[in-house]
């Protein structure tokens, strides 16, 4: 199963992004995307920034992400 997780992006250097996932920082690739900013949200796959989504629905994906995973027994 292939999982894409909201990230807010922190800085931008050429084509790599700096982002955050609830307080840790990952490095992405922006080579799929354009127009992407500092503060923008993205969805990250396998290091790679897949799509811009705007910052509510990054806050109810990551909600929906950690509640199932919280209520997952293994």
């Given at each position: 199963?292939?999982l894409?997780?909201?990230a807010?992006?922190i800085?931008i250097?050429g084509?790599?992004?700096l982002v955050?996932?609830?307080?840790v920082?990952?490095?992405a690739?922006?080579l799929?995307l354009e127009d992407v900013h500092?503060?923008?949200?993205?969805?990250?796959?396998?290091?790679?920034a897949i799509e811009?989504?705007?910052?509510?629905e990054a806050?109810?994906?990551?909600?929906l992400?950690?509640?199932?995973?919280?209520?997952?027994?293994?």
């Amino acid at each position: 199963m292939c999982l894409a997780i909201p990230a807010k992006v922190i800085s931008i250097e050429g084509t790599s992004a700096l982002v955050t996932i609830e307080d840790v920082e990952y490095q992405a690739s922006l080579l799929l995307l354009e127009d992407v900013h500092p503060g923008d949200f993205v969805m990250l796959h396998a290091g790679f920034a897949i799509e811009k989504v705007d910052p509510e629905e990054a806050a109810e994906t990551l909600r929906l992400i950690i509640e199932i995973a919280n209520n997952n027994p293994d």
